[in-house]
T-cell receptor
Framework: NAGVTQTPKFRVLKTGQSMTLLCAQD?????MYWYRQDPGMGLRLIHY???????AKGEVPDGYNVSRLKKQNFLLGLESAAPSQTSVYFC????????????FGSGTRLTVV | AQKVTQAQTEISVVEKEDVTLDCVYE???????LFWYKQPPSGELVFLIR??????QNEISGRYSWNFQKSTSSFNFTITASQVVDSAVYFC????????????FGSGTKLNVKP
């Protein structure tokens, strides 16, 4: 059972470069989320999606874009990376409501130099 | 204001000691869910427990127990007879169903269990 798979696991970017983080889930979950984790700040929601073709902003959306063209995939894009985006990024999914909790991916550690 | 506060940044205990991780939350909803997640050194977040706001019964699962008190808006987590494998960062989280089911995470408590 794969659950939620994130690629890549590690990445180093130069300031101004762009990249896309891929999240794939095989549990037929409706909801998908992107969080970033920074020391002392817990996890903060970047963007989320409540279904295929829909996306919405979370708590810290600036500098990121997302797309959910297929139900199983949720992409997070950085158009022009900045050092402030150095973080660990987690993707998560849930069936419908938060009652079922999230299933998290293993995270992507991104460093912007 | 933070919706979920974990005031303990880091706790160190010796193996076999009991330890309690505090979680205080803030919400205006009458229906909400509270969660605890564990993040071991490997980095992945692992679901531990979910609690519905209407269910104030304490729960015990092996060495883990949770004390939910609506009167003080707290959802504390106790590990009895801690083990080295319990070393991890523990996150408390709140979900308000009205708000598209987003989670609000506390800043986490790092637990170090020393042999």
């Amino acid at each position: 059972n794969a659950g939620v798979t994130q690629t890549p696991k590690f990445r180093v970017l130069k300031t101004g470069q762009s990249m896309t983080l891929l999240c794939a889930q095989d549990m037929n979950h409706e909801y998908m989320y992107w969080y970033r984790q920074d020391p002392g700040m817990g996890l903060r929601l970047i963007h989320y999606s409540v279904g295929e073709g829909t996306t919405a902003k979370g708590e810290v959306p600036d500098g990121y874009n997302v797309s959910r063209l297929k139900k199983q995939n949720f992409l997070l894009g950085l158009e022009s990376a900045a050092p402030s985006q150095t973080s660990v990024y987690f993707c998560a999914s849930s069936p419908r409501t938060a009652y079922y909790g999230y299933t998290f991916g293993s995270g992507t550690r991104l460093t912007v130099v | 204001a933070q919706k979920v506060t974990q005031a303990q940044t880091e706790i160190s205990v010796v193996e076999k000691e009991d330890v309690t991780l505090d979680c205080v939350y803030e919400t205006r909803d009458t229906t909400y869910y509270l969660f605890w997640y564990k993040q071991p050194p490997s980095g992945e977040l692992v679901f531990l427990i979910r609690r519905n706001s209407f269910d104030e019964q304490n729960e015990i699962s092996g060495r883990y127990s949770w004390n939910f008190q609506k009167s003080t808006s707290s959802f504390n987590f106790t590990i009895t007879a801690s083990q080295v494998v319990d070393s991890a960062v523990y996150f408390c989280a709140l979900s308000e169903p009205f708000d598209f089911n987003k989670f609000y995470f506390g800043s986490g408590t790092k637990l170090n269990v020393k042999p």
